[in-house]
């Protein structure tokens, strides 16, 4: 069993918690008995998909379309139509978005529970296989944690080695489970959103044994520290997928797997469609600047926005987007926003798109809005804070970005409109849709 490779990203983010306090992800919500048995009657149903010609595999994020009210999965419901397919979604915090406007999503509730029982029954009786697992692990890992100890401070040994038993006792389970769905639905084309979900490594290593080809779509840009992009040309890992399906050819310079795993720039056609919506529907307004927050430097941003807003001036209009997870907490951790002509958009009833549509220069440390503002056309500032010189160099360097350290340096340059332009037809392949369709069919018809 591959365990290194289907728990390196774990291992990093837990040296990045216990060094710098940073985290890719928050916690899980409390368990209540209305998620378990809806997820108990949702492992009830059985599979009954046969031949289909595409398997896409992915958890169970879905955005709500303000229009119509239903979940979608931007990423994979729109090419999912164009071919005999179904979708397999993973409970997402033990629940799934719908309505969801589908016919061909089939939920694995079923392998979540059996997982969860089984890492359950084993952690309390502290079974046979269980000690086996454990002693198989720290005979394997022991010194690769002593230098990690040594290099960064933290000893993490004991709290790894117990997490990446349960982990083997996931992945051992889902994929005796993700075979059985396999043994069905016999397709001629796995895709995968975010290969580094536990039924998504089992799909890649079992296309392998199978002879079905693999290929993960990328749910956002990639960049250098992002651990699950980036290996060395030589391994091979029978956990990764034949095929990466990009953004942009400009992830070439980011995404470094092993050599035999090709890269295909394709564009995001959830992407294409919007901005175009969007645009027709929400005119640029040149003067408007859209700040965007995030969790680890909120403070710091947020009053630089208000600093930059009262330089201006009337003139001027400042909008601050706020993370999801700051609307609770914002007016106390973030008060000279109260008392600034700042615009602070604290829910979710209009999509990201939108500002960005409206706003001619967009001002963010390393984000997912910073492609799509430039997408949309956005002149672009940068925000020295965090690891955003780190994991923007290339494109810095490339475009010329100014990146500032003072509300002094950001009123300046868009006083003197010396914020960046980047050419925003670069940004995204284009035609992405027409592109994914080629990519399936010609993978179908080798």
């Known amino acids: 069993m591959p365990i290194w490779s289907l728990y390196r990203y774990e291992i990093h983010n837990e040296i990045k918690k216990q060094t710098v306090g940073r985290t890719a992800e928050g916690s899980e919500p409390p368990i209540n008995k209305k998620d378990l048995l809806t997820m108990a009657l949702n492992a009830l149903k059985p599979f009954n998909y046969r031949n289909v010609d595409v398997l896409f595999v992915c958890d169970g994020r879905r955005s709500k379309n303000a229009d119509t009210g239903v979940y979608e999965n931007i990423y994979l419901d729109e090419i999912s139509k164009k071919f005999n397919s179904v979708i397999l979604e993973q409970p997402e915090n033990r629940k799934h978005s719908t309505p969801n406007g589908m016919d061909n999503v089939y939920f694995t509730d079923r392998v979540a529970f059996k ?7 084993s952690t309390k009786f502290n079974t046979p296989k269980r000690k086996r697992y454990e002693a198989g692990v720290r005979a394997a890992f022991t010194d690769i944690f002593k ?23 996931y ?5 005796k489970y993700c075979g059985k769905i396999l043994d069905k639905a016999r397709p001629k084309l796995i895709v995968e959103l ?13 296309g392998k044994e199978r002879g079905i080809p693999t290929a993960e779509y990328a749910h956002g840009f990639a960049f250098p520290t992002h651990t699950p992009m980036q290996f060395n040309p030589e391994e091979r890992i029978s956990v990764l997928p034949d095929y990466h399906l990009t953004y942009s050819k400009s992830q070439e310079d980011e995404v470094h797997f092993p050599d035999n795993v090709k890269l295909v720039p394709v564009g995001f056609p959830f992407f294409e469609r919007e901005r175009d919506r969007y645009k027709a529907k929400y005119p ?27 330089a201006l001036g009337d003139e001027y209009r400042v909008i601050y987007k ?23 958009i604290d829910n979710s009833e209009n ?17 997912a809005a910073l492609q799509e503002g430039i997408g949309f056309g956005c002149r672009v ?18 475009e010329n970005i100014p990146l500032v350290d003072t509300a002094e340096e950001i009123t300046d340059l868009i006083k003197n409109n010396k914020a960046a332009f980047v050419n925003p037809n670069g940004m995204y392949e284009p035609n992405a849709i027409e592109n994914l369709t080629r990519f399936i069919s010609e993978i179908m018809m080798n």
């Open 147 to 169: 230098a990690i100890k040594e290099e960064f401070g933290p000893d993490i040994t004991d709290k790894m080695v117990d997490e990446m038993v349960d982990r083997m006792y």
């Open 115 to 121: 997982t969860n029982l089984a890492v359950k029954l």
């Open 351 to 367: 999509h990201m798109f939108r500002y960005l549509a409206e706003s001619g220069t967009i001002v963010c440390t390393r984000t």
């Open 194 to 206: 975010c290969y580094y979900l536990i039924n998504n490594f089992a799909m890649s290593e079992l």
């Open 171 to 175: 992945y051992e389970i889902t994929k």
């Open 381 to 398: 500032i940068l925000l020295n804070f965090g690891d955003t010189a780190l994991n923007l160099k290339t494109l810095i360097e490339k």
């Open 284 to 310: 640029r307004e040149e003067k408007t600047i859209v700040f965007i927050s995030a969790l680890a430097e909120g403070e710091q941003i947020s009053k630089m926005a208000a600093e930059v807003s009262e």
């Open 322 to 344: 706020l993370h999801p997870k700051e609307f609770g907490y914002y007016k106390e951790r973030f008060p000279w926003l109260a008392n600034s002509k700042v615009e602070v």
